[in-house]
């Protein structure tokens, strides 16, 4: 491993933004655990980077080959000094079409596999690497910002997310040197909307097309117009974005995440000065 290189340990990293980040920090010169499902779909890109790449078979929903992944990491290259946290998929569905097995299938993986590997990761770098220290790079949403009706359940997963990112970077000693960057991507054009996307049944009482389910839906018919953002233009604000000295805490990449996020933080406002009174006689009496 030369001098000054970094290593990188991507999770769902066959496709979209995790091969895009995998990819540009192998251009770099840095070295990458790239872990995904199964590896050998990137065997051509281990050929090329034999002693910089190692590919790690990982279920992130498996505490055990999460810890098994980051040992094969640490095994091959001394330490690892930024995690991204990507692994997921999507869900297409109206709320009460929802299955149950879609439900609790999204949450295993979105936010309870992203967990595993934020645990381990601040394990990690507290306990493992020397001098103790790393970023952790947690791939959400404009969805967890703001809830939007057709994928509510995968919404929720991404807003789990953030709640577990942003609570885990106030929890951390600062001495440890652990910083966690929420990214917030907007419509990007990977295999998301498509391929790594689950859609349920339409729900009988939601056909009508005016419902924004619907409309919801016929976007993914035709979703390029939409999702326009280049993944490997992402991927670039990663790889600068992990090299910060003093990254942010939430960082939208996208128009829409922007407009998004200023249209929510609005909202907020608005809600609390509308209400304030509600709040001027709850307290207890002496």
């Known amino acids: 491993m030369s001098a000054g290189s970094k290593v990188w340990f991507v999770t769902g990293s066959s496709s979209g933004f995790g091969l895009a980040i995998v990819e540009l920090a192998l251009q770099k010169g840095d070295n990458v655990v790239a872990t995904l499902r199964k590896p050998e779909v990137l065997s051509e890109l281990a050929s090329k980077y034999p002693e910089t790449l190692l590919l790690v078979r990982l279920d992130v929903t498996s505490p055990s080959e999460v810890t098994a992944a980051f040992s094969a990491g640490r095994e091959k290259f001394g ?3 930024f995690v991204v946290n990507n692994a997921g998929f999507g869900v297409v569905s ?3 079409g929802t299955t149950e097995r879609t439900a609790r299938d999204v949450f295993e993986v979105n936010f309870w596999g992203a967990s595993h590997v934020s645990r381990e990761a601040v394990r990690f770098f507290r306990e493992e690497n020397q001098p103790m220290g790393g970023r952790l790079l947690q791939v959400s949403s404009l ?3 703001n809830s939007s009706p057709g994928c509510v359940y995968y919404c929720a997963s991404k807003f789990a997310l953030e709640a577990l990112s942003e609570g ?14 929420i990214l917030e991507p907007g419509p990007f054009r990977t295999k998301c909307p ?3 996307a689950i859609t349920d049944p339409i729900h009988p009482a939601y056909t009508d097309p005016a419902l924004p389910t619907m409309q919801w839906r016929n976007l993914f018919g035709n979703s390029d117009p939409v999702f326009n953002g280049d993944p490997d233009k992402f991927a670039e604000a990663v790889y600068n974005v992990a090299y910060l000295e003093d990254p942010p805490l939430r960082l939208p990449v996208h128009k829409a995440s922007l407009a998004v996020l200023r249209a929510r933080g609005q909202q907020l406002l608005d809600v609390a000065d509308k209400w304030e009174s509600w709040s001027e006689d709850v307290l207890m009496k002496d």
């Open 79 to 81: 330490r690892i000094d």
């Open 94 to 96: 109206e709320v009460e």
């Open 143 to 145: 969805s967890g910002i």
């Open 168 to 181: 885990l970077a106030a929890e951390v000693h600062p001495s440890w040197n652990i910083k966690v960057t």
């Open 194 to 196: 498509t391929v790594n």
